[in-house]
């Protein structure tokens, strides 16, 4: 529960002396072929979705500064409800798309958070 929230997944107990790689590859693709063969190219496909998210939260960061024109003071920054609302919505959407909802949550404090703090800087 503490990984993956709900629902939970059936995932099969590890032992200690398992061997590397262990299990089948999860991941399949479209055309029918499954990743991954190796460490070096799952570390290549996250390092491409890094750059992705990455561009995701600068764009976010611009609708951030962006509402800070409607805020007439710093008190107006911080709405507690709000905040929560947001992180709210992503734990509930996040089984949708088979995301561990603790994934969830954890990115979704650490953005709204820093949201704030930037917001707090502008006004």
């Known amino acids: 529960e503490k ?3 709900n629902p939970l997944p059936s ?3 590890s032992t200690a002396n398992r061997t590397v790689p262990w299990g089948e590859p999860t991941i399949q693709f479209a055309n029918g072929t499954t990743c991954c ?3 070096d190219e799952i570390r290549v496909q996250l390092d ?3 750059v992705q998210l990455l561009q995701l939260l600068s764009t976010r960061a611009s609708y951030v ?3 800070t024109r409607f805020k007439a003071t710093v008190a107006d920054v911080n ?3 709000r905040n929560q609302q947001v992180i709210q919505g992503a734990i509930d959407d996040a089984p949708s798309v088979h995301l561990p909802q603790i994934v969830a949550k954890i990115v ?3 953005i709204i958070n820093s949201s704030v703090v930037f917001e707090e800087c502008i006004v």
Do not use: M, N, Q
């Open 3 to 5: 990984c993956y929230f």
């Open 11 to 13: 995932i099969p107990s």
């Open 37 to 39: 063969s190796s460490l």
């Open 48 to 50: 491409t979705i890094d």
């Open 65 to 67: 500064r962006e509402a």
């Open 79 to 81: 709405v507690p409800s």
């Open 108 to 110: 979704y404090e650490g």
